[in-house]
C-alpha cells in the first residue's frame, strides 16, 4: 500500500505525522519535538544530516531544515559565500544558507499549504530526499572550496558534472 493511503485511513491528517511515518519507514532516527515539529538524522553518502520539519498553521507551511558542520576558514569566507550563491542558482527549490554563529551549512525550503491543503506523503518524502540530493550534491564543491584553496567556478563543475560508475 502506498505511504498516501496510509494517511487517508485516518480522521486526522498533521503534516509532522505524515513525516513521523516516513521516518519509521525509512530507519531514520527521529524524535518528535512537539505536535508540531520533529527532528531526525539521514545518513548520505558524504555524511550524516540532521533534518527538522516543522509545521506553522499560522502561515500554512511545513517548514524544512537541513544541516551539517562547516567551519570555512576566515580567509576562504568570501569564496565559500561566492560559491553557495552559484550553488542556489542552480536549486529550484530550496536553498542554502550558512549560520556562521552555530557553524552550520543549511539547506531550507517551505511547502506552503494554504486554504487547508493536504500534503501527500510522498510529496514530503520528496522534499526530505531533494534537501539530502542537494547537500549531497554541492558538498563536495562547498569542501574543495573551503579547504583545499579551489574557486568556487571550478569548484561548482564537480557538482554539475554527472558522476558515472562507482568508486
Not at 505511504?3 to 486526522?12: Q, V
Not at 554563529?101 to 510522498?122: D, K, N
Request: aromatic share 12%.
Amino acid at each position: 500500500m502506498p505511504l498516501s493511503e496510509d494517511h487517508l485511513l485516518t480522521d486526522e491528517i498533521h503534516p509532522i505525522d505524515i513525516v513521523e511515518t516516513l521516518a519509521e519507514h525509512h530507519a531514520w532516527e527521529f524524535d518528535r519535538v512537539g505536535d508540531d515539529q520533529i527532528a531526525m538524522a539521514v545518513e548520505g553518502q558524504w555524511r550524516s544530516y540532521s533534518l527538522t520539519l516543522a509545521w506553522s498553521g499560522a502561515d500554512e507551511t511545513l517548514r524544512l531544515i537541513c544541516t551539517f558542520e562547516m567551519e570555512p576558514p576566515a580567509a576562504r569566507m568570501a569564496d565559500f559565500y561566492e560559491i553557495l550563491n552559484h550553488a542556489n542558482d542552480l536549486c529550484w527549490s530550496g536553498g542554502f544558507t550558512y549560520w556562521p554563529a552555530q557553524t552550520l551549512l543549511v539547506w531550507r525550503y517551505g511547502l506552503l499549504l494554504s486554504g487547508g491543503q493536504i500534503a501527500a506523503s510522498e510529496q514530503i518524502d520528496q522534499m526530505i530526499l531533494s534537501a539530502v540530493a542537494a547537500c549531497e550534491r554541492f558538498y563536495p564543491a562547498f569542501q574543495l572550496v573551503a579547504w583545499a584553496d579551489r574557486r568556487p567556478e571550478d569548484a561548482l563543475k564537480l557538482a554539475i558534472s554527472q558522476a558515472y560508475g562507482h568508486a
